[in-house]
């Protein structure tokens, strides 16, 4: 048994040896060489280790990273690890797991993330135990050969971290080593390098490492720990020992944690790879309380490893350090470790012998030199003894002996040790950032921002509360505005006057700088500002604190001195302002670019490069991890501007990205952002001193591996500051400035964390009042975020019981918090859960504190970070379930809330059904008038747009357009000044009309403004196009001249040219010279402007959110609009049913079909193309829709607004595509770049043929046959159309009679196919079937059938223009020949000819100017030769290969347009039946008609108060006494049918048989399909009498031939059919 088992183990072991080494081969195949560490072709091993660095990387899966591959951005986003999962925790403690796993744990501040190791099950088999057993289990025979092995193979926990440090980059490095600073771990500070023999100092990575720490008799301080300097203790061990000495370590600095990693520590093995000769530091900081273990901060290195092994090592810290402690064991004593115990021990400084094998005590040597002896020695009284040597020790030592990692650097050089600082980019962003710093030298701290950062000081400030007052005027509106708009400019031109200063200059010079210069530039920037700012910091603050308790002191006494408690409030301003102004970050920095860019961008074509670039810098460190500031918590303003600009730079540079916004509100100084650094590793100021202020957001990017689940790109994470924030109590008293930031963060959130710091719910009520209203106001503008509450710094969080009522009091407070909120917001909410979805049970939170233990010493609670990870958890499962916005609409929705907070009475003051009502009623008559503008403002445009084009005016100024507008301007302010005065709810209304006054003025502006802009750039491009015309001549013959003189120059060049390129430099400049001051014709986004369009009438997260689902795109192939619709209200309330009559949906169906067949006609009456795209053609196209819906009417149902919606996103759609189209050829037709760059391949020929010496006659025929080309081809697609068309007409049944004719092939069409939604498309949309029809059929008969007839029409076409061609070339020959004339005249003889067949010009021929004597005839041979080359090319060049980009131009060409208003006239359909009038004019005079009616079931007719689908034709009913039964319920007799409403007016319907078999045989055979779509029955009376069932198709079919004058004899037929069967 035991040998069995031994081979397969040994069979186990092998194969997991080969599966390694295969993963590492197979990565290593993908990747470089350098992938996996190699030492000198041998793989390095740990003394009795089986396994190599090598097999260690690729076991934890890094091999792909390694070295220094790992980025931050691979780790600090959302992965795998982040995604909540049954079992996740165990099934990601698999090897290739262990390195991420460790991360992710580091990155929560969970300290046992070192701890994380595979542990493998021991398996215990069970066999028979016999007596004779029991010697066998006591021999040495069954060893634990399996247990070693294990032990060989098992990943050490220091490895883990030490393989991601060799892998991480430099600021991934820097990364880990601060959170294992907030761990309290021990720091890597001589790290050697596993693939040679190099040590390095990583210097680098402690720079962003700051450390707390106060004296007994001192002042706290927090210096960054790289300028700490305090005495070094080295600890080191001298052979083997039997005492783990970094336990004995911890035991002195830290008993309660485990500081440095030991052999007993959870995970611990015997060998480690990455351990051998690493040296640690830590810093043992005191508290300033009587438990402090050392008085003052102290530095503990430690060397693992044998001292003598690694002397480098040994003799660096030996230098630095203050205190030297070594471990040994004297009789394991080699000469090595006496020769360097020797070295130690004639030390100056402090030598402490730990002796293993020496009895307890401690003993005082010569010197310096003690000996300290553990054996038999208990543990506390070890501890107590090392301690206090080496206090004792620290004392005598001198103060010289402090230990500086920054002053150290230049010793470990000496050392021969890398320092990582070194590296070319660290040092360039280091110069860079001392450049920025050297411009700071001897200025005043408390001035340095004033000085360098001038435009967000006291102009920005002034700048935001004019802003604000701008929203609350009530008397002298106008002139108040406008005083105060010119204010505001004023104060902008002071920040552009002030702006971009040699600071913000060379911030910005190195902000353009390579990738990772830019980035050490940043850090290193953002170090030495707190280098000078640290200290003079807390100096101030200490001041503060001192005097604040003077404060309170004074104000305690009985009789309080007035007069001093004044001026020592007068101090404490003072201090308060020097502390901001002390404060001074990369933020501060970044909010000085976005006001230098608002304060330009009110001058947008003065602006430089440099400011133009400033969002884009902005947007790159936005992605690169750093926040960026939304609200400005000194200004309480989002500068919107800057805003907008940075996300349109990350959505340039990301694309439009999904995102999911999380934000915090609470406390000041409740761990909002400590808790979203824990739980995102991102890196939120959290320092003392520096709370938050205002509100950051930052981005978060999900893995590739979880997008799919989660169903977003990016989380943004909003922090912010503090509510009932203490600074803030005097600028803002009336607490505005909490409601503003609580309205705004909630509705920008999807999802907040409500931060309540402890359990007690008294001092937070009224945060929590802010915060219900807040998410009142949300609800009310249609947005729906979600909270959870966090309780943090909770003492016992597994008291089930306290967590249960501590619930039930936060329901409490909720429910009355949200009563209170709702009476001042005067709306219905009796408890929270009105407002918001909140389960009390799962959307509550608890945290314990933060620290274990007391600080500054005490790591992170561990408990802490597992609730922390059960919260992210939560909140990505709640992520995951939202519909996510795009950054683009992010940014509408930052301007659309920060606009509603600013402007909260206007926007959030809908009290009540009345108020809503009178307000639906403003917004109508606001369209009105808007409309009224902008109609005028469109005749007007084309009365300019006609002149401009006739040459009658020069120049458009507002001037003249607001004297063409004045008089309906005036009609629109008097209807207003009627309509607010004359009312029937004028009281209500009056709070609206300052506000309506104003946007129906911006409203004017903007659209005088638009109309100047695009009449005058029509100028512009008149008068290039003239001047282009008049001097193409002159710049086509320079261009030749050149040509040739370029093409003579370079033929006597020898060497090889490349021809093109040389053309290019002549081409570039001659483009740049042709167009300089001509102004491109610009694209517009026509979407983007419609979207921006839509938002004005309707709430824009309604319009959002429709257009996001998507749904409105089957509004007009919809059959059933019962979610458009509600009953009307009754006299007994409001009926809960929706309509379900048929005849209702069909009422809706026409609404939408006449609606959309109107915007196609607006949209084909409008001259895009000739005068492009204007956005009042939009706003006739909305307010069709709404014109359409406000004119529906409908007994016993209302529609909603998002039928409306929906509907206008429809008809929009279809106007963007069509617009953007049209727009797309108005560019193409007018700007002049883009008419020259279509001439350079011709000029490319003349000059390589002249280069060729080609003659100049030659090149300027050929010159003429390229122009002959383009028009001969032009001119047989634009005949082809035509052709086509009439030979369809000819040819083709369907088209070669009138409008009744194609319905009829279309029936049979129909019938053929025996497709049921075709036919109802047909019954419901017919325009849109005859469009496919005929559509269907041209394709079929001019591209698939007759070997593709449109080429052989194309092809005849090419042959006619070939004649037209030669006659002009005959005639032209002998004109001027008769006459003795030049190619000139024959040119001109010629183009007149020809001019009228084709577009052919001679002014867009390139000139000769050719001193060669051209002869006409001569010419006129080589023009007819020419010809017939193009027509051979031409011919074979439309082939089968090119039917799509043939169908392409003929669409051009509008050839369905051809077809469909000659064949199709009159869309009116039947009111009963839904059959389309024939006639074959659309505006007819007299009544509309039908040869033949159709069953009634056909278009979901039925029998009243009955699911029976009728079957009776309109002209049936109409002899019978049946009655029409209307919404209304009023009854129409059939014989009466025009009493029934206009729609029935109009048409002619004669009581008679005129029935087609065809519609029966269609109810028959699509019976059941009828019955399901329209939810009745062919039942009772709707029963399908028998006869029709006979009936076949091909009956069917045939019926269609016989016309209402034939009837009788189908009849007769048809009848003697049916009686010889029966």
């Known amino acids: 048994m035991k040998r069995i088992c031994e081979e397969e183990d040994e069979k186990h072991q092998t194969q997991q040896c080969r599966r390694s080494e295969g993963r590492c081969q197979s990565n290593l195949g993908s990747h470089n060489t350098s992938a996996v560490p190699q030492t000198d072709g041998k793989n390095k091993k740990a003394e009795g280790s089986t396994i190599s660095i090598q097999d260690l990387i690729c076991r934890l899966n890094l091999n792909n990273f390694y070295p220094h591959k790992l980025t931050a951005e691979e780790i600090l986003c959302i992965s795998m690890t982040s995604i909540p999962r049954n079992g996740s925790e165990k099934e990601s403690l698999k090897e290739e797991n262990l390195a991420f796993l460790y991360l992710h744990k580091l990155l929560t501040l969970d300290y046992r993330a070192r701890f994380v190791s595979v542990h493998k099950e021991v398996a215990i088999s069970e066999e028979n135990t016999t007596p004779g057993k029991n010697d066998e289990f006591l021999s040495d025979e069954n060893d634990c050969s399996d247990i070693n092995n294990d032990e060989n193979t098992h990943i050490h926990p220091m490895d883990v971290q030490m393989a991601v440090f060799h892998c991480a980059d430099s600021f991934l490095k820097q990364y880990i080593v601060t959170k294992l600073s907030s761990c309290q771990y021990a720091l890597p500070l001589l790290v050697p390098n596993p693939t040679s023999a190099e040590t390095e100092l990583p210097l680098w990575t402690f720079r962003q490492v700051r450390k707390a720490w106060r004296t007994a008799d001192g002042p706290s301080r927090t210096v960054p720990v790289c300028q700490v300097r305090a005495p070094m203790v080295f600890f080191c061990r001298v052979g083997s020992v039997s005492t783990s000495k970094s336990q004995l370590l911890n035991s002195v600095i830290n008993p309660s944690h485990d500081t440095f990693f030991h052999r007993d520590s959870p995970g611990s093995s015997k060998t480690s790879l990455f351990k051998e000769g690493l040296v640690e530091i830590a810093w043992y900081c005191p508290s300033g309380k009587n438990y402090d273990l050392f008085s003052d901060i102290t530095a503990f290195c430690n060397l693992h490893g044998d001292a003598v092994e690694h002397r480098e090592q040994t003799e660096f810290l030996t230098q630095q350090s203050a205190v ?124 340095m921002k004033t000085k360098f950062l001038p435009c967000q000081g006291t102009l920005w400030h002034d700048w935001t509360r004019k802003y604000k007052q701008l929203y609350h005027f009530y008397e002298n509106v106008e002139q108040n505005k406008s005083r105060t708009k010119e204010e505001m400019r004023e104060i902008r031109k002071q920040q552009r006057n002030s702006s971009f200063n040699d600071f913000i200059k060379a911030v910005y010079n190195n902000l353009n700088s390579e990738s990772m210069v830019k980035v050490y530039f940043v850090k290193w920037l953002g170090v030495n500002l707190d280098t000078i700012f640290s200290e003079k910091l807390s100096e101030v603050t200490q001041e503060y604190s001192s005097l604040f308790s003077d ?63 400033l969002p884009a810098l902005a947007a790159d460190l936005l992605i690169s991890g750093h926040p960026l500031e939304l609200m400005d918590g000194d200004a309480a303003h989002v500068p919107l501007t800057w805003i907008e600009s940075v996300l349109d730079k990350v959505t340039e540079k990301l694309g439009d990205q999904r995102v999911f916004v999380l934000s915090v509100l609470g406390l000041q100084s409740s761990g909002k952002s400590t808790m979203l650094n824990t739980m995102f590793g991102v890196q939120f100021a959290v320092s003392a001193g520096r709370c938050t202020k205002g509100a950051f957001m930052q981005l978060v990017r999900v893995k590739e591996e979880v997008k799919k689940e989660l169903k977003f790109d990016y989380i943004i994470l909003l922090d912010t500051e503090g509510l009932h924030s203490l600074e803030l109590v005097s600028k803002h008293s009336d607490r505005s400035h909490d409601n503003e930031l609580a309205t705004f963060v909630t509705g920008l959130a999807d999802l907040t964390l409500i931060n309540i710091f402890g359990e007690s719910l008294a001092e937070i009520k009224d945060i929590i009042q802010v915060v219900v209203q807040a998410f009142l106001r949300m609800k009310k503008v249609n947005l729906t975020p979600s909270c959870k509450f966090v309780h943090q710094n909770v003492t016992d969080i597994s008291a089930t019981e306290k967590n249960v009522e501590g619930r039930r009091k936060l329901q409490e407070l909720l429910d009355k918090m949200t009563e209170l909120a709702a009476k001042e917001e005067r709306c219905n909410a009796e408890c929270f859960t009105d407002v918001i979805r ?70 959030f003051s809908f009290k009540n059904t009345l108020e809503i009502a009178a307000y639906r009623k403003l917004e109508t008559e606001y369209w009105n008038w808007t409309w009224a503008l902008r109609k005028e403002l469109l005749i007007i445009q084309n009365k300019l747009q006609n002149r401009i084009e006739n040459g009658a005016l020069k120049s458009v100024d507002r001037e003249l357009i607001h004297e063409e507008i004045e008089s309906t301007y005036c009609t629109v302010k008097k209807e207003m000044e009627k309509f607010f005065t004359e009312d029937k709810d004028a009281v209500i209304l009056s709070q609206w009309k300052t506000r309506t006054e104003l946007n129906i003025k911006d409203v004017l502006d903007r659209l005088t403004q638009t109309t100047e802009r695009e009449m005058n750039e029509l100028i512009k491009l008149k008068a290039a196009c003239k001047k282009l015309d008049e001097r193409k001549a002159q710049y086509m013959n320079e261009l030749f001249n050149e040509s040739k003189a370029l093409a003579t120059e370079l033929k006597n060049k020898t060497e090889k040219l490349d021809l093109e390129q040389e053309f290019n430099k002549m081409w570039k400049k001659w483009i740049s010279d042709l167009t300089a001051g001509v102004p491109p014709v610009k694209d517009v986004n026509i979407e983007q402007e419609v979207m921006t369009l839509l938002n004005s009438p309707y709430e824009p997260g309604v319009v959002y959110s429709r257009k996001d689902s998507g749904h409105y795109r089957e509004i007009c192939r919809k059959e059933d609009f019962s979610e458009y619709v509600t009953v009307k209200k009754s006299v007994k309330g409001v009926c809960n049913y929706y309509i379900c009559n048929s005849k209702h949906h069909d009422s809706v169906r026409d609404l939408v079909q006449q609606t959309v067949r109107n915007v196609t006609e607006i949209i084909r009456s ?79 020929s003349v000059f390589k043929k002249l280069y060729e010496g080609v003659s100049a006659t030659s090149v300027f025929a050929d010159s003429v046959c390229n122009k002959l080309r383009s028009s001969i081809s032009q001119a047989a697609i634009a005949q082809t159309a035509i052709d086509a068309a009439g030979e ?137 030769e020419g010809l017939q080359t193009i027509v051979n090319d031409l011919t074979n060049d439309f082939n089968d290969s090119c039917l799509d980009s043939v169908w392409m131009d003929l669409f051009k060409q509008s050839l369905e347009d051809i077809l469909m208003e000659q064949l199709c006239g009159c869309w009116v359909q039947c009111p009963f039946c839904a059959a389309i009038c024939t006639n074959t004019m659309e ?18 007719g039925g029998w009243y108060n009955t699911d029976n689908i009728s079957i009776e034709f309109c002209t049936s009913s109409l002899a019978s006494d049946c009655f029409i039964v209307l919404p209304d319920g009023r009854c129409v007799p059939y014989r009466n049918y025009r009493e029934a409403g206009p729609e029935y007016a109009r048409w002619s319907i004669t009581p008679d048989e005129s029935k087609q078999p065809y519609w029966k045989w269609v109810v028959c055979r699509f019976e059941k399909d009828l019955e399901k779509y329209y939810g009745g029955t062919f039942q009772g009376e709707g029963q399908i009498p028998y006869s029709w069932w006979r009936i076949t198709k091909e009956e069917a079919i045939r019926s269609l031939n016989y016309d209402s004058h034939r009837t009788s004899h189908w009849r007769r037929l048809y009848l003697g059919r049916y009686l010889s069967e029966y």
């Open 324 to 447: 030297n402690v070594v471990l040994m064991q004297n009789m394991n004593l080699s000469e090595k470790n006496k020769e360097l115990l020797l070295e130690l021990q004639k030390s100056p400084k402090p030598l402490i012998c730990v002796v293993s094998d020496l009895q307890n005590g401690v003993k005082m040597g010569s010197g310096n030199n003690i000996k300290i002896g553990v054996r038999d020695a208990r543990q506390a009284e070890l501890q107590q003894n090392l301690r206090h040597v080496i206090e004792v020790c620290l004392q005598k030592s001198s103060l010289d002996h402090t230990f500086s990692l920054e002053e150290s650097s230049d010793a470990a050089k000496q050392c021969g040790f890398r320092v990582d600082e070194d590296r070319e980019d660290c040092q360039k962003g280091k110069t860079g950032a001392l450049e920025v710093m050297n411009l700071l030298k001897g200025e005043d701290l408390c001035q």
């Open 551 to 613: 404060v309170h002191s004074i104000k305690q006494k009985p009789e309080r001195d007035e007069s001093r408690l004044k001026e020592k409030m007068k101090d404490l301003v003072r201090l308060s302002e020097n502390v901001d102004a002390l404060t001074l970050g990369l933020e501060h920095i970044v909010r000085e670019m976005g006001q230098i860019y608002e304060a330009w961008a009110e001058c947008p074509t003065e602006m430089t490069a440099e400011i133009r670039a």
């Open 838 to 907: 909140f389960d009390i049970e799962k959307d509550v939170y608890y945290m314990p504190q933060l620290w274990e233990g007391n600080p500054p010493m005490a790591p992170p609670n561990p408990r802490y970070s597992e609730n922390i990870e059960s919260l992210k958890q939560a909140v990505l499962t709640a992520a995951a379930q939202k519909k996510p916005l795009r950054f683009s609409e992010l940014k509408v929705r930052i301007k659309d809330l920060w606009d509603a907070v600013l402007n909260e009475k206007f926007v």
């Open 1166 to 1244: 409008k001259p895009v193309s000739r005068t492009g795209y204007s956005d009042t053609y939009t706003q006739e196209i909305v307010d069709c829709v709404k014109q359409r819906v406000s004119e529906f009417k409908a007994e016993g149902f209302l529609l909603k607004n998002e039928f409306t919606v929906d509907l206008t996103l429809f008809v929009c759609d279809t106007a963007v595509r069509e617009f953007t189209k049209l727009h797309r050829l108005f560019r193409e037709t007018n700007d002049p770049v883009i008419y020259l760059e279509n001439k350079k391949q011709e000029y490319f």
């Open 1483 to 1500: 505006n007819h005079d007299g009544d509309h008609s039908v040869p033949f009616h159709r069953p009634r079931g056909v278009n979901g």
């Open 1288 to 1424: 369809m007409r000819r040819n083709y049944p369907a088209f070669n009679g009138n409008r009744s004719n194609l319905e009829k092939h279309i029936l049979k069409d129909l019938a053929e196919t025996e497709d049921f939604q075709q036919f109802i498309t047909y019954i419901r949309r017919p325009k849109e079937h005859f469009l496919h029809f005929i559509d269907k059929k041209f394709r079929e008969e001019m591209f698939k059938r007759q070997n593709s007839r449109i080429l052989q029409i194309l092809r005849n076409a090419v042959k006619m223009k070939e004649k037209s061609v030669t006659i002009a070339i005959q005639k032209a020959t002998e004109e001027t020949k008769e006459r003795k004339g030049d190619v000139n005249e024959w040119l001109k003889s010629f183009a007149e000819e020809l001019g009228y067949w084709m577009h052919f010009t001679v002014k867009d021929l390139i000139p000769t100017n050719s001193e060669e004597n051209m002869d006409a005839e001569f010419f006129g041979k080589l023009i007819m």
